[in-house]
């Protein structure tokens, strides 16, 4: 497996309106919009530091993933995102290697990224998610 890079750190809030003016205002940073991906019941918008970005999730249903994780732990970090050079050869070598996965096969993710979540059982209690553009 190859990692190229962090592709961005993802980080739930409740609202991207409020949150993202700390990324903007404060630190600078560009906003290049913002995308819903409705499969996994989330907004997601992003916001480029050098070549990775910071990830704004916010849920769009009461059941979502973004929507349990700020029940249980609140705003902040919810995963890290590296950009591997094969997915679907990386997911089989982690396989290979024991480490649980939270998808066996890619998905489609925001920006048309094929995505793969790692459970956090087998990284630490860390949300790792590959990415590949």
Request: charged share 30%.
């Amino acid at each position: 497996m190859k990692i190229l890079k962090i592709d961005h750190l993802g980080i739930a809030v409740k609202s991207i309106d409020e949150g993202k003016n700390f990324w903007t205002d404060v630190l600078g940073l560009p906003f290049e919009g913002s995308e819903t991906v409705q499969e996994q019941k989330v907004t997601t918008a992003f916001f480029p530091v050098g070549e990775s970005e910071v990830e704004l999730l916010e849920s769009t249903a009461p059941d979502g993933p973004i929507a349990k994780y700020l029940e249980k732990k609140g705003e902040g970090i919810q995963h890290v995102a590296f950009r591997v050079e094969n997915i679907d050869q990386a997911l089989a070598e982690l396989k290979e290697k024991g480490i649980r996965l939270i998808d066996e096969k890619p998905r489609i993710g925001a920006g048309g990224a094929k995505i793969a979540f790692l459970h956090p059982k087998s990284t630490n209690g860390v949300l790792v998610e590959l990415c590949e553009r």
